[in-house]
C-alpha cells in the first residue's frame, strides 16, 4: 500500500479508503487541485489479463455516460514498478490504475438490515429513485450495467445520494456476447438475471432484475435466492418461484409481493419497461410505511474492489 503525501500517477496520496482482492481504493488529490478524487490502483497484474480487460472496457464505456448519481470516471493509466516509492524485489508486472469521482459515504451495502435490524424504509427509497434514473439514463445511451448490486452503489455522507459505480463488465444494447470469453457468465450470481445466466441477449429488464434484488435486500435483509452453492442460486434464478417480501418482514405491505414478483418475472418482456416505472410503484406502496422501531447501526469497514 501507499503511505500518506505519496506521489501516485501524479495525484498525492491522502488516505486510504478500503481494499479489496484486485485493488486498493485512495483519496488523493492532484497538487494544483481542490477537489479529491478515488484512486484505484490494482494489486500487481499482467497487462492482458481479467483485470486489464475490465479496466479497458470500463474506459470504453464512461465518456457515454455523464448522470449526478453514476460516478465520474476521470483518468486510467499504468503504474511503472516502484511507482509512488514503493520498490519490491524482482521483477515487477505493470501496476494499473484508474481516478474517478470521490464519494464520501460508505457502499449501499450498509442499507441491508441484519436480523435483529429493521430496513431504513424511507433511505432505500430515496436511493432506489435516484439510482433507477441512473439506469434508465444509462439504457438511453445504449448500456447495460450488468452488475448493478448493493457493492456497486455508493452513498454519499448521509446516505440520502446514491451513486452507481463499476461499468467493468458493462454490455452495448447490439452487443450479443453475453459470455466471458471463458466461457463462464460475468456478473454477481446473486442478481443475476435468468437470460444472463442462460446466455440469451440481454436487455434494459436485466438491469431492473437486478435492481430489483438489490431492492429485496434492502428491505428483506437478504437477496431473494439465499442458497448455499453458486449452481443452487443460478438454479433458483431460473426455476424457482418468487419469495415473498412479506415472509421476511411480516410488517411490510402484501402489495410488494406481486411488484417484486413482476420485476423479477423469468421472462424480461414480462418485467417493467424502466427501473424508474418499477421503483415509483414500489415508492407508492411505501408511502407513509413505518418500520418497526430499529437500531442506529454503525458503517461496517469500507470496501471498494
Not at 479508503?17 to 485493488?23: I, K, M, T, V, W
Not at 458493462?170 to 454477481?188: E, I, M, T
Request: aromatic residues 8%; contains cysteine.
Amino acid at each position: 500500500m501507499f503511505e500518506i503525501g505519496a506521489v501516485v500517477a501524479g495525484y498525492v496520496i491522502e488516505g486510504h479508503l478500503g481494499s479489496g482482492s484486485s485493488a486498493d481504493v485512495y483519496r488523493a488529490r492532484r497538487p494544483a487541485e481542490s477537489v479529491p478524487v478515488a484512486l484505484k490502483v490494482f494489486h500487481n497484474q499482467n497487462a492482458d489479463d481479467r483485470v486489464a480487460w475490465r479496466l479497458e472496457r470500463e474506459f470504453s464505456i464512461a465518456p457515454r455516460l455523464r448522470h449526478p448519481h453514476i460516478v465520474a470516471m476521470y483518468e486510467h493509466g499504468e503504474l511503472r514498478a516502484g511507482g509512488g516509492g514503493v520498490k519490491e524485489a524482482g521483477p515487477q508486472p505493470t501496476r494499473l490504475w484508474l481516478s474517478m469521482q470521490y464519494v464520501d459515504g460508505p457502499e449501499s451495502t450498509v442499507l441491508i438490515p441484519g436480523p435483529d435490524d429493521e430496513p431504513d424504509v424511507d433511505a432505500i427509497v430515496q436511493v432506489s429513485k435516484q439510482i433507477a434514473s441512473a439506469l434508465d439514463y444509462a439504457h438511453r445511451m445504449d448500456v447495460i450495467h450488468r452488475d448493478v448490486k448493493p457493492a456497486n452503489i455508493l452513498l454519499s455522507a448521509d446516505q440520502r445520494s446514491a451513486f452507481l459505480t463499476d461499468f467493468g463488465i458493462a454490455q452495448l444494447l447490439d452487443d450479443a456476447k453475453p459470455l466471458a470469453r471463458n466461457g463462464r457468465v460475468r456478473g454477481s450470481i446473486a442478481y443475476a438475471a435468468p437470460e444472463l445466466l442462460a446466455a440469451q441477449q440481454l436487455l434494459p429488464q436485466t438491469d431492473v432484475y437486478a435492481l430489483a434484488c438489490t431492492m429485496f435486500e434492502w428491505l428483506t435483509g437478504l437477496p431473494p435466492y439465499p442458497r448455499n452453492t453458486t449452481f443452487a442460486i443460478a438454479h433458483a434464478h431460473l426455476c424457482a418461484e418468487v419469495p415473498k417480501l412479506t415472509a421476511r418482514r411480516h410488517w411490510l405491505p402484501t402489495a410488494l409481493n406481486s411488484v417484486f414478483a413482476k420485476a423479477l418475472a423469468k421472462e424480461p418482456s414480462a418485467r417493467y419497461s424502466s427501473c424508474a416505472e418499477f421503483v415509483a410503484i414500489v415508492a407508492k406502496i411505501l408511502r407513509d410505511v413505518a418500520a418497526p422501531q430499529r437500531r442506529r447501526r454503525r458503517w461496517p469497514a469500507r470496501s471498494r474492489r
